[in-house]
DNA sequence: TCGGATTACGTGCACCGTAATGATC
DNA sequence: GATCATTACGGTGCACGTAATCCGA
């Protein structure tokens, strides 16, 4: 059996091209090298270097040798990253969802059921979702459909109905309820975590600019500092509904959208209780 | 860097199920193997065994960190064989021939050229000649016939003349030359090592009975004990050519062969010397 | 004379063995 | 009581460092 010292120190030698050099790089002393070197030149049985009094290469034999210790190097420092990574991989859920809200609801489960798990989090648009659960690069994806995949379990989540908020004064509060129609071509702020709601208005709502704010402290500056309409929905938690505002349900069916929870069929099992549960 | 007696201990643990069975595996003593697998553990950061007061056993990190230290052990142990065969390799003249007396020749003149090279030969058969060559099973091939292959080198390296050695007072030994034809449906001692002989006098003589020997010894034997006529060519050395005995050439074109030495182009420099001194 | 390789000799550390303890069947 | 795992402690082999030598540019 060869030492991994001795194929580093080869190595080293290799890379350094002299003794010295390779002594230095590795912190140790040239006589240690030297020794070495003339052990696994005993080990293999075979000459491995070309030797003049004052220098010392590898000959073909020691060429060929390096390039296989490379490899068992490379095995060698493989075993514990990649065990590592399995580790991680089983105690980690990752989620991708079309939906900040329903992301966050969804965390708010799996920490209940799997308090141990590590959770990452991801905002994805809707069409790759199925190929994201069969790529193996999540576990877990909310999406705006249900999906047909044999390979595939799909199950209804959330339902999230789009409001307006509006300051209490303007005319827009007076309405019990709005359409789409009635904001065209208005200002309205958004969420960009909102996700599949800015496609949706931008489609729905005729000449519509929506001011879409990346992160939530400037969105609630913006709706503090000003009397412009935001964005709200049936989901969004009590404390967001601002004082001296209203908050109006938009009535189109457009305006309704149903999330389902997407995972493998063979990774089901794993998750058999959060699905049981919603 | 994990140590290689480590992964052999993990290893030895995994296969053997307990750490007392292992550690008779590995000749060494329990508390020792025990120590390992916590050195071990420790080096990687996460649970690798689940453990009971009495027992110990590989959990799923466990069971990867295996398969990668197998992988790991198994790198190691390629480096000093396949090192060794690309040795041999370089001091091998691998050689194939349809006739033992044209290797023969070959042998005496790659032993003068490369005198500390070892000589490995094959008698085989002709159509997989140039094949040979190109799947790298042999580096020189002497064949019957040149090559039109772009890969391949050829050049004609011996001439022979099949010839019959019959006892001084038979009828035979009249003749200055006979023919194929002359030595119809009679029995006719033959040496296997003639290779592509055996089947041109099957082929040219009628009704021929050809005892082949497969050694030479059993040929002498036969030759001395009996009036038998024998093959003989104008490459045999003169000490088979007995006492007692005349050998006649045999005058057909099909009883002359040219013997041609191939090599690949690849691998032609290292045969220069042989190719210009022939 | 300096840089690079080798030889000689002393030392420290890490792994192993022996002995003892704990725990389960 | 037998088997298996763990803890404690002492010993030893071996790889490294220091020092010295040899050789070539």
Redesign the interface.
Known sequence: ?????L??QLVAFADAGTLSKAAQALHITQPALSKSMHRIES????P?FHRTHSHIELN??GK??VQ??R??L???????P???A??RR?HTIRIAGCSTIAIHHLIQICQDYYPTMTLTTSLISYPAAPALLQNDDYDLVIATRATNDPQLISKPFLDERLMLSVPAGTPLAKHKKVSFRDLAGMNILAHAGSGVWINICRQQIPKVNLLVQENMQSLDQLVKASALPVFSSSLTTVDKQMADRVTIPIRDGAAQISYYLLCTRTNYRNFKDIFAGI
Chains 1, 2 share one sequence.
């Open positions: 059996m060869l030492e991994n010292y194929l580093e080990l293999f049985g075979i491995l073909a034999n060929i040798a296989y210790a490899r068992a490379k095995a060698n420092h493989e075993i514990i990649e065990t590592l399995f580790y089983q």
